[in-house]
Structures are given as C-alpha cells and as structure tokens.
C-alpha cells in the first residue's frame, strides 16, 4: 500500500512545479492520513492505511520547529518563495488552524517578509467561519475543484461526508471572489475522464460563478494509489487552460 509521504512537522524547502521553492507545513500526523477526503490520486495514499500514533501536532510544536527551520534558512542564506501548508492530509481539519496561520504570518513577517504563504486545502472545511478568516488571510488561497459534475467529482475525491455536494462547494468558493485560486487535477482512469468537453463545460460554468483571482490546472506527476489513473499530457492542459481563459477571462496556469 502507498503509504504517507512526509514523516515531519515542517519538511524542506522542497521544489514545487506551482510554486518555487517551498517550505512545507504539514499539520497530519507524521506517520499516518487524517483526510476529509479519499483521493484516487494522493500522492500520501488512501485513508485506509489509518491516522497513525502521533496525532495532530500541537499548536507550540508547530510555532516552535517553523521558527527554527526559518531561523536557520535565514542564518544559511538560503533562498525561499513560499511556506506551503499541505502534507499527510488535510490541513483545515487541525483544531487550531486558524492560530497557526496567525503564528506563521508573524513569523514569516519577521524572517522572510517577502515570502508568500500558501494553503492548499480541499475546500470541505469552507462551513467553518474560523477557517475561511484565516484562509482570506493568506497570501495563496488554493482552493480545490475537481469536477462540477457531482458523480465525478465523487468518483475522484471520495469525500467522507455525504453532506459535501458540488452545488455547495461551488456556493462556498464563490465567498472567496477575488481572492481564492482554484486548482483543478485533469486525469483519465477506469471510467473516470475529467477533461472530457462536458467536464471542461461545467467546470467553466463553475469557475464563472466563483470567480476566482486565478485558476491552477495539473495532471499527475507522481504515482498515485489508484494504479489505473493516466496524466494529461502539458499540450493537452495548455488547449483546456486556454479555452478556460478565453471563455472565462479568468488567468489560468499549467503545472
């Protein structure tokens, strides 16, 4: 079984294909996924493998091992673009993340003020009014949409509650017109084709009605538990990017 990848609180710098060098926050325990949803394609592996020993790590551990990793970058000169919250699930499910993101501005306001701050985040905690204050807080507010089309979108991400629905997501994301990126995953797999033209057509439906300050769209890049999951080619993803674009005067970037 595909198992989680990061075994740390903070990890790197690493190189992100979206976002330079990045220093990775990740708030699941570090030897197991706590996930609101089951993605085919998470590169940590399904849920199924179980939320490991070591529990969420407290707010104090978080503050005090980003403060030495930025303390030491600092002291060695080295360059960095972004500290990115992501890893062994998803980082909106931490109790206290709202005064983590707090921690970390002023951290990073402090070391590297001209570093952005990044949160991916599966869009499923977007009911909570304390997470989407500290999402409008950061720099790069990545938001996840994988398919406007309610039977796709639960093919791929597998969302724990039945609850989530594409209407609401949708209705959520647009709370953040203007500030929020999107980020869509383009894939093919057994019964599953994203990028086909009536997936391109409801999702452009959809980014209109969120209008979002950017859209990111990326296929896979590394293995994926679902082994029958197929990338979409970069030329592939420039003609979808650009169709996107035109028809929604919305910028879009390819990873």
Same mark, same amino acid.
């Given at each position: 079984?595909?198992?989680?990848?990061?075994?740390? &609180?903070?990890?790197?710098?690493?190189?992100?294909?979206?976002?330079?060098?990045?220093?990775?926050?990740?708030?699941?325990?570090?030897?197991?996924?706590? !996930? /609101?949803?089951? !993605?085919?394609? !998470?590169?940590?592996?399904?849920? *199924?493998?179980?939320?490991?020993?070591?529990?969420?790590?407290?707010?104090?551990?978080?503050?005090?091992?980003?403060?030495? #990793?930025?303390?030491?970058?600092?002291?060695?000169?080295?360059?960095?673009?972004?500290?990115?919250?992501?890893?062994?699930?998803?980082? $909106?499910?931490?109790?206290?993340? *709202?005064?983590?993101?707090?921690? $970390?501005?002023?951290?990073?306001?402090?070391?590297?003020?001209?570093? #952005?701050?990044? +949160?991916?985040?599966?869009?499923?905690?977007?009911?909570?009014? *304390?997470? !989407?204050?500290?999402?409008?807080? +950061?720099?790069?507010?990545?938001?996840?949409?994988?398919?406007?089309?309610?039977?796709?979108?639960? #093919?791929?991400?597998?969302? *724990?509650? /039945?609850?989530?629905?594409?209407?609401?997501?949708?209705?959520?994301? /647009?709370?953040?017109?203007?500030?929020?990126?999107?980020? &869509?995953?383009?894939?093919?797999?057994?019964?599953?084709?994203?990028?086909?033209?009536?997936?391109?057509?409801?999702?452009?439906?959809?980014?209109?009605?969120?209008?979002?300050?950017?859209?990111?769209?990326?296929?896979?890049?590394?293995?994926?538990?679902?082994?029958?999951?197929?990338?979409?080619?970069?030329?592939?993803?420039?003609?979808?990017?650009?169709?996107?674009?035109?028809? $929604?005067?919305?910028? +879009?970037? +390819?990873?």
């Amino acid at each position: 079984m595909q198992r989680v990848l990061f075994h740390d &609180t903070i990890f790197g710098p690493i190189h992100s294909r979206r976002l330079g060098s990045s220093l990775g926050v990740n708030l699941s325990p570090n030897d197991g996924k706590i !996930c /609101s949803f089951d !993605c085919l394609y !998470c590169e940590a592996g399904f849920n *199924a493998q179980g939320p490991g020993t070591t529990g969420f790590p407290s707010r104090q551990d978080v503050r005090n091992r980003l403060r030495a #990793k930025l303390e030491e970058l600092k002291r060695e000169n080295q360059p960095l673009d972004v500290i990115t919250f992501s890893g062994n699930g998803e980082p $909106t499910l931490h109790p206290e993340f *709202a005064g983590i993101i707090d921690d $970390t501005l002023s951290l990073r306001d402090k070391f590297f003020p001209n570093v #952005k701050i990044s +949160v991916l985040t599966n869009s499923t905690r977007l009911h909570k009014p *304390a997470v !989407c204050d500290a999402l409008r807080k +950061v720099d790069n507010n990545i938001l996840k949409l994988d398919s406007a089309i309610e039977a796709t979108m639960r #093919k791929i991400d597998r969302p *724990a509650s /039945s609850d989530f629905t594409v209407e609401k997501v949708i209705e959520q994301l /647009s709370a953040f017109a203007g500030q929020g990126i999107i980020q &869509t995953m383009i894939l093919r797999g057994e019964n599953i084709n994203n990028s086909a033209s009536e997936e391109i057509d409801a999702l452009i439906s959809a980014y209109k009605r969120i209008k979002p300050r950017s859209i990111m769209i990326y296929s896979i890049d590394r293995k994926t538990p679902d082994e029958t999951l197929r990338a979409v080619n970069h030329d592939e993803l420039s003609e979808i990017a650009a169709r996107i674009e035109r028809e $929604t005067s919305i910028p +879009v970037s +390819v990873a």
